[in-house]
C-alpha cells in the first residue's frame, strides 16, 4: 500500500513527490468526503465552497493527465 502511494505521488515513476497530485488528491478526499456527509448525515455544504473544491480536482486532474501527453 505504501508503495502505491508512492508510485501515485511522484512523477514519472521517480521519486520525486508532485505537489499537483498531492493537492488534488487532497482535494478529492475533501469533496468525496463532503458529498457522503451531504448525502447519508444530512449536513449541508454551501455550493460555492464545494463547486470550488470540485473545479480544483478537475483541473489538477486535468494538468497531470496533461503532462503525459506533452513533449519534454
Keep these: ?3 502505491f ?3 501515485m505521488l511522484s512523477g514519472n515513476g521517480g ?4 505537489s499537483k497530485r498531492v493537492i ?3 482535494a478529492f478526499i475533501l469533496v ?3 458529498f ?3 448525502i447519508f448525515f444530512d449536513i449541508p455544504i454551501k455550493s460555492f ?3 470550488g473544491m470540485l473545479y480544483l480536482v478537475a483541473a489538477g486532474m486535468g494538468i497531470t493527465a496533461l503532462e ?3 513533449q519534454k
Design 1 to 3: 500500500m505504501k508503495e
Design 5 to 7: 502511494f508512492k508510485k
Design 15 to 18: 521519486s520525486d513527490v508532485s
Design 24 to 26: 488534488t488528491f487532497a
Design 32 to 34: 468525496s468526503i463532503a
Design 36 to 38: 457522503i456527509s451531504n
Design 49 to 51: 465552497i464545494y463547486d
Design 68 to 70: 503525459k501527453f506533452s
